[in-house]
């Protein structure tokens, strides 16, 4: 397990042994202040513990005071070149900055933008993906490897160090998976900033939701990474349904995990619909627990032992079991029901 250095984030523990952190990005135009804000507020329902929104122009800091009034989790804005609109979010009362130091200028602007950062708490996260490498290391690398990511990010990095600021992270995305997998792997062997883990770039729901819970999946399994954005050309909302159901897949996550049988010849009920609707019944539910959905009474409640609570389908009727043990026998059309109702008396 990788030990990141802690930072804080508006009222937000990152790094140090902290949870993993899962944020995601508004994609409302920036000049449509009231689309933001519910788009926020539909992230903050679903889940997201950091939002992070584009600050285009000076136009566009008007957006941080709006977000900040309707949600309670913190702020990211995300800059391109120009220090003042950074300047101007930290003013705005921003929780954190995303900015690469060596693209806003001479020493100067950079040296006012760690003052700023540091006299207001303010963080700053620093992205770099394989479109954004410096030419010179292309060339000294043949390319947008993961040594070649790695050195850009800790370059940028060395800017503010050099003005004593290290409330740093870092990410370092490729839309490759083996590149950013073997990107972060040397990051984190080379400092001990938190990393904000994504593949950029990841495509469309399907696809962008494969190739994330590949890279993300693999290196959170090895105790790296500290915050993540599953990075989908789809609702915002649909990435942090997604970044809950990774950290759940690796036991990292808070909430029901539900695991059920793929269905076979001797499946006698409507498996499929029966665990889609208790997937959607139990969306909101906060309990730890792992609930079981089986198609059969063969190899059910055997299969599924471990779990906390479950269903095995038989010849039109099915049985409840908890912790591998059948407490009852019930006809099809009342199986979700009585597993609803099992699972609401349970603790926390």
Do not use: W
């Not at 995990?257 to 208790?278: F, H, M, N, Y």
């Amino acid at each position: 397990m990788r030990k990141s250095r802690k930072i804080k984030i508006g009222n937000l523990d990152m790094g140090g042994g902290a949870p993993v952190r899962i944020q995601s990005m508004l994609n409302v135009c920036a000049g449509d202040i009231e689309g933001n804000v519910q788009q926020a507020v539909a992230l903050e329902q679903a889940g997201c513990e950091l939002i992070r929104t584009a600050v285009p122009n000076k136009e566009a800091v008007a957006l941080i005071p709006a977000l900040k009034k309707a949600v309670s989790v913190p702020i990211v804005a995300d800059i391109h070149y120009d220090y003042r609109l950074a300047l101007d979010s930290i003013a705005a009362g921003v929780d954190k900055v995303r900015i690469n130091p060596g693209n806003i200028g001479a020493e100067d602007r950079v040296k006012q933008v760690a003052e700023a950062c540091k006299q207001n708490q303010v963080p700053v996260r620093i992205g770099v993906n394989s479109g954004s490498v410096e030419k010179c290391l292309l060339e000294k690398y043949g390319g947008p490897t993961p040594e070649a990511l790695v050195e850009s990010a800790l370059y940028h990095a060395s800017l503010l160090e050099k003005f004593d600021f290290e409330d740093i992270v870092l990410s370092i995305k490729s839309s490759n998976v083996d590149t950013m997998i073997k990107a972060y792997e040397y990051c984190a062997q080379r400092c001990d900033y938190p990393l904000h883990l994504g593949v950029t770039e990841a495509g469309t729901e399907r696809m962008g939701l494969i190739k994330s819970a590949i890279g993300i999946g693999s290196l959170l399994q090895r105790g790296i990474g500290d915050t993540i954005r599953v990075s989908l050309t789809a609702d915002p909302v649909r990435e942090i349904a997604a970044a809950h159901d990774i950290l759940m897949a690796l036991g990292l996550g808070q909430g029901v995990q539900i695991v059920s049988c793929p269905t076979c010849g001797r499946t006698k009920i409507d498996l499929i619909q029966i665990a889609d609707e208790i997937e959607k019944r139990l969306a909101g539910c906060k309990k730890n627990i792992r609930v079981a959905v089986m198609g059969c009474a063969v190899n059910g409640p055997g299969e599924a032992r471990e779990a906390d609570i479950g269903i095995a389908g038989g010849d039109g009727v099915g049985l409840l079991f908890k912790k591998g043990e059948i407490i009852r026998k019930l006809p099809e059309e009342q199986l979700v029901d009585a597993l609803l109702a099992e699972i609401e008396q349970m603790d926390e």
